[in-house]
């Protein structure tokens, strides 16, 4: 498939003319709305992905054909190669003849973050290919964050009865959902009580009313409310204008990222100091186009 050659040649020279290019010419494309799936190891990410993709695929009244689906599942590491050990990929469960569907891993090697140092450029890509990207992080988590940087909706997922409804909810995470998803929510009295706990916990920050639903993917209960919270937040971001200004910060934060490996955090103090405007960008600047002038 040419998106696999694509994403392995960015993989060998991601920043090479030639690979700057190709983001730059997809970064200015962009076709999909992307979900960044978070939370803590065992939380049923995959599941719930799997889930996902099997309704996003099917057709509808409205469109008369599903909609197509690109994955990026960021795996733990193997200590031994640094390579993912590609759990993920196994547990999704998608069908290999379903060409609508392209699952790529990613191994998170020594990013906190809870990406792989590649996500980016594979959501920039597969953005401009297909109509959902979703981004399943690793699950590490307080320090797993880095999704906001790259997905339009953050969905957290909590899991009942473990602690993780108050755990996840502290200043970072708490930040970071724009939908909390209790999942495994057949759990019935301990779903009960997380979905009380993330709603009281989420109220008390100031991100404004974030929708916190049930969800149990074996059980095949909320998921169809969930797409339909995915789209109504898109839709919004789209009617208040702030779709394109959500990708603009972004956009600078990989600037800066991108600057910092290269010249080191002193270097890109310098060159904020200089007013040259290296580190800004206005509404559909492409960093990769930027980085390639440097």
């Known amino acids: 498939m040419a998106l696999a050659r694509a994403l392995a040649d960015l993989e060998r020279q991601p920043e090479g003319p030639q690979s700057l290019s190709l983001l730059d010419a997809a970064y200015n494309a962009p076709r999909a709305q992307v979900v960044g799936i978070t939370g803590p190891p065992g939380v049923g990410k995959s599941t719930l992905i799997g889930a996902m993709i099997k309704l996003l695929r099917a057709t509808s009244e409205e469109t008369h054909a599903g909609r197509s689906v690109g994955v990026i599942a960021v795996d733990p590491s193997s200590r031994r190669s640094g390579g993912a050990l590609l759990g993920d990929r196994v547990r999704l469960l998608t069908n290999p003849d379903d060409a609508g569907v392209f699952v790529r891993s990613m191994a998170a090697r020594d990013r906190l973050g809870g990406l792989a140092e590649m996500t980016l450029a594979a959501m920039v890509l597969m953005r401009a290919v297909f109509d959902v990207v979703l981004i399943e992080t690793v699950g590490v988590g307080q320090s797993e964050t880095d999704v906001a940087g790259v997905a339009d909706c953050v969905v957290l997922c909590i899991q009942p009865?473990?602690?993780?409804?108050?755990?996840?909810?502290?200043?970072?995470?708490?930040?970071?959902?724009?939908?909390?998803?209790?999942?495994?929510?057949?759990?019935?009295?301990?779903?009960?009580?997380?979905?009380?706990?993330?709603?009281?916990?989420?109220?008390?920050?100031?991100?404004?009313?974030?929708?916190?639903l049930a969800v149990s993917a074996a059980a095949q209960m909320g998921t169809e409310p969930l797409i339909a919270a995915i789209d109504e937040h898109m839709e919004r971001l789209r009617r208040e204008d702030a779709l394109a200004e959500r990708r603009r910060r972004q956009a600078e934060g990989w600037l800066r990222e991108s600057l910092t490996e290269r010249y080191g955090r002193r270097g890109v103090e310098v060159l904020a100091r200089t007013g040259s405007g290296e580190l800004m960008l206005d509404v559909g600047d492409s960093p990769f186009a930027r980085l390639h002038d440097l």
């Open 161 to 212: 009865g473990s602690g993780d409804s108050l755990q996840f909810m502290k200043a970072g995470i708490a930040e970071i959902p724009d939908i909390a998803v209790v999942t495994k929510s057949d759990m019935k009295d301990a779903a009960r009580r997380a979905l009380a706990d993330v709603k009281g916990a989420l109220g008390l920050g100031d991100a404004g009313e974030i929708p916190v």
